[in-house]
């Protein structure tokens, strides 16, 4: 009555999409482990291969497989000149996240308008940082007074300085009044010694030569390194440096709100 039931050819399956390059960069466990560990803190290759207990020539294939798919930068040491510190761009991970969810199913997408670092933290005890540069008239300041202006309920903020100016740079004042409407008129840098008596949960230094010169301090407090170029080098004036004054704000702002939901 019917006819034999004749096996169908095999349907070759399409070609899988291209893999996500955060996908591929982070699934490799050493990668992953570095990505994990500079989103704490600028480090260089002898303090990676120091924390992460591997070989300095493993661990710089891996950094350059990370450079060149756009999610760590590096930075010469502006202290000696002789050192690199490498840096993972959390906004760009953040893309690259987003890309991958997207490229698995378009609703994964994170809906716009949540910004890092603003979740509360009602009934806690407010962490207390301290920020610290050489001057304490540029970056720290800078630090600090971005902190206290979006986070002063949830952290108690200083800044200090190994060798302090005697006052703030002029643009100082001036781009965290042009970018972010902030007055620090009035303010004065001061030395570390000032704060050595206080308990501080974080300390963010911000220059290489800060970071280098201290060591030990606060050696019970979780230490960060962010390496930031100073600005007042970039020219021979204060109106030919405002530009670098205006990019180290921009980068200050954005390492600051990771900041919050790293603390504790």
Not at 75 to 92: C, I, M, Q, V
Not at 150 to 167: D, L
Not at 250 to 258: F, W
Request: net charge positive; aromatic share 6%; charged share 20%.
């Amino acid at each position: 009555m019917y006819g034999p039931i004749m096996a169908s050819e095999p349907q070759a399956l399409p070609p899988p999409p291209p893999q996500p390059v955060f996908v591929r960069l982070a699934a490799h466990p050493l990668r992953w482990l570095l990505l994990t560990t500079l989103a704490d803190s600028d480090l260089r290759v002898r303090d990676l291969v120091t924390e992460l207990d591997a070989p300095q020539n493993l661990l710089s294939y891996h950094l350059r497989q990370l450079r060149e798919g756009g999610l760590v930068t590096v930075r010469r040491s502006s202290y000696d000149g002789r050192d690199n510190y490498y840096h993972l761009d959390l906004d760009r991970c953040a893309e690259a996240l987003a890309g991958t969810a997207a490229a698995l199913h378009p609703t994964l997408v994170r809906a716009p308008g949540v910004r890092a670092g603003s979740g509360g933290r009602e009934g806690k005890r407010p962490d207390a940082v301290l920020f610290l540069c050489t001057g304490n008239s540029v970056r720290s300041p800078i630090a600090e007074a971005l902190v206290r202006h979006y986070f002063a309920e949830n952290v108690t903020v200083a800044s200090a300085g190994t060798h302090p100016r005697s006052r703030l740079h002029p643009n100082t004042v001036r781009v965290l009044s042009d970018q972010f409407g902030i007055d620090v008129v009035g303010q004065r840098p001061r030395h570390v010694s000032t704060v050595a008596a206080r308990r501080f949960d974080r300390v963010v230094t911000l220059c290489d030569r800060a970071r280098e010169d201290v060591p030990g301090l606060a050696q019970h407090a979780r230490r960060t390194h962010w390496s930031i170029a100073e600005p007042a080098r970039a020219g021979d004036s204060e109106e030919a440096s405002y530009p670098a004054f205006q990019q180290v704000a921009s980068e200050i702002h954005t390492r600051v709100r990771h900041l919050l939901p790293s603390l504790s």
